[in-house]
């Protein structure tokens, strides 16, 4: 279950995101970005994508946030069909202009050029996707 925020006088679910497989300054940048929204809360962080089946699991992630290694099929199959079925990945380039959701049913959507606006856009969509 998601914890409550407050927004705008109003309680509403705080979608949960994990933050994995990236260097610290983009996980820093990500976060900062994602900490703006009182709806959006980070669960946790990985360096590595080494722990990210147990980092799912312990955290219960609604948005699992990778970067992807290559431009495209590069995410754990595992690590996917392990989240909850409602959890979604959202994987960021390499180049990290780009970002692309995964959902249960594998596939792959580009979601385009990621910006500040475009990243809280992102989650959005993968939540209500």
């Known amino acids: 279950m998601r914890d409550l925020a407050t927004v705008s006088g109003e309680s509403v679910k705080q979608t949960r995101i994990l933050i994995a497989n990236m260097p610290g300054i983009l996980q820093e940048m990500i976060a900062a970005i994602v900490s703006s929204e009182s ?3 980070i669960v946790g962080k990985l ?3 080494s722990d990210l089946v147990a980092a799912i699991r312990r955290t219960r992630a609604d948005v699992v946030i990778i970067r992807e290694t290559h431009e495209e099929d590069d995410v754990d199959d ?3 069909l392990i989240c909850r079925r409602s959890a979604k990945m959202l994987a960021i380039t390499k180049s990290g202009r780009e970002a ?4 249960l049913r594998l596939q792959r959507t580009p979601l385009g050029e990621i ?3 475009g990243l809280i856009s992102a989650i959005d969509k993968a939540v209500n996707s």
């Open 115 to 117: 910006s500040a606006d």
């Open 100 to 103: 692309a959701l995964y959902q």
């Open 47 to 49: 360096a590595k994508e």
């Open 78 to 80: 595992e690590a996917l």
């Open 39 to 41: 709806r959006l809360r």
